[in-house]
């Protein structure tokens, strides 16, 4: 997708031709048809329902023309933004590929692109089983140019199913067109499980979820009760915000599980009744991702809070009060750092920026800064190129960090020093060694 699309002009003979011929597989490899009335992909993947072709459109003198080319250019139209989105009919006027089309699924979120953030409505053709028919389709939108200067983005969604491994794979392909001309394609795929209990070991899962819910009950009792007796104060302790965490992040993470339990069946319901349409699964693998998100954070917190109860020890203990007592320098650190950082990534946005392509956006350079790559700031400009690395380099590297390095250092000097963590009431490894470990 990436070689064969590179301006307006490409992406109508990429649908014509590597599109249709991935989406539509009819034959073995040696001549003998598949499943007949299914689409495959890769022989194992099926095709569920239709694959939908979305676009998203900019109105016309959506731009201001200077008034020196006025007379020599008719039509403006700006880079796609809510205010610019066009809504309106266009072309024959007539169709529903011609008319805009609003989103109706819950808890879609829009789409962000390298160039900008899209809506999840827009100009929808739908293809169909039949892949000539489809052709007939695409040759004669491409008559009536569907696709014309107004043109922002193409979307192309589909969903796959493996039934050896059950897992669903929800894709979508985007070709964005910036005011600049050319295209820029990107895409996304989301492989999930959705049809969570199918083997054993799925029910197995299902039992340790249950008893996860039980738990978690529970544990939120607790906090109930000792948020209710501590009131406001319950916050300034910090495990106890690790705990309000663990419990708010489980609590999305069973709100989730059910909710995408029932949609999963009610969709599934959908597609058998009526298997000729576009079915939209993307919205729910979208969200599992993001569930998959909150049960790493989950796991990771609950690691953190490991410290609460191997603090006993004598070098943890001293590790806790390292931090705690230069969290103030820290701090003062952390300003004059992102001082000095967010200087150097708006100096490389403003003298690179139209150069070099890593530096095109303020985001980029903060992204990248400290990763350079030498030769390309030096081709955009051979003197302040140099400057600008070496400058960083010595600022960043060999003032601030060893600044850091000695507020930590001296830190732990005083700890290890300070007569009242001499002795700990209670070591865990004494534990060990009564035990017999």
Not at 69 to 77: A, E, N, R
Not at 165 to 170: P, S
Not at 200 to 206: C, K, M, R, T, V
Not at 318 to 341: D, E, H, N, W, Y
Request: proline residues 2%; aromatic residues 20%.
């Amino acid at each position: 997708m990436v070689i064969l699309i590179v301006s307006l002009g490409t992406i109508e003979p990429y649908v014509e031709g590597p599109l249709l011929d991935s989406l539509y597989w009819k034959e073995w490899y040696n001549g003998q048809p598949l499943y007949q009335g299914e689409n495959y992909i890769y022989y194992e993947n099926i095709l569920l329902g239709h694959p939908q072709i979305r676009q998203l459109r900019v109105r016309n003198n959506s731009c201001s023309i200077h008034e020196y080319f006025q007379k020599m250019f008719k039509d403006c139209y700006d880079a796609y933004t809510f205010a610019t989105e066009d809504q309106s009919p266009f072309g024959p006027r007539s169709g529903s590929a011609w008319e805009y089309r609003v989103p109706n699924n819950e808890f879609e979120l829009w789409h962000w692109g390298r160039l900008g953030t899209y809506g999840n409505g827009g100009y929808i053709f739908e293809l169909t089983r039949d892949k000539v028919a489809t052709a007939g389709e695409i040759k004669q939108l491409k008559s009536k140019l569907w696709l014309d200067s107004g043109s922002r983005a193409v979307f192309i969604d589909f969903t796959v199913y493996n039934a050896n491994v059950n897992l669903f794979t929800a894709i979508r392909l985007l070709v964005e067109f910036p005011a600049t001309g050319g295209a820029i394609p990107s895409s996304e795929f989301f492989t999930v499980k959705l049809l969570r209990y199918v083997s054993n070991f799925d029910y197995f899962l299902a039992a340790c979820e249950i008893i996860f819910c039980f738990f978690i009950c529970n544990y939120l009792i607790q906090e109930i009760i000792e948020l209710h007796s501590y009131r406001m104060a319950y916050f300034k302790n910090f495990w106890n915000c690790l705990d309000f965490l663990i419990v708010l992040f489980s609590l999305l993470a069973i709100f989730y599980n059910v909710f995408r339990t029932i949609k999963v069946s009610l969709l599934l319901e959908q597609f058998l009744e009526n298997s000729d349409s576009y079915q939209n699964l993307y919205f729910l693998a979208y969200w599992q991702n993001r569930y998959n998100v909150i049960i790493a954070f989950t796991v990771l917190i609950a690691w953190i809070k490991i410290f609460k109860y191997i603090n006993f020890n004598m070098t943890m203990t001293q590790l806790s009060t390292t931090l705690s007592r230069c969290a103030k320098g820290i701090v003062g650190f952390a300003i004059m750092f992102f001082i000095v950082f967010f200087g150097y990534a708006q100096l490389g946005y403003l003298i690179f920026g139209t150069q070099v392509e890593s530096y095109h956006t303020f985001g980029n350079c903060m992204i990248i800064l400290g990763d350079f790559n030498f030769h390309e700031i030096e081709d955009a400009n051979q003197i302040l190129g140099p400057v600008y690395f070496i400058t960083f380099v010595f600022c960043l590297f060999f003032v601030l960090l060893n600044v850091f390095l000695a507020i930590i250092n001296d830190t732990y000097s005083e700890v290890k020093d300070d007569k009242t963590l001499k002795e700990v009431d209670f070591d865990i490894y004494d534990v060990f060694r009564k035990v017999g470990i």
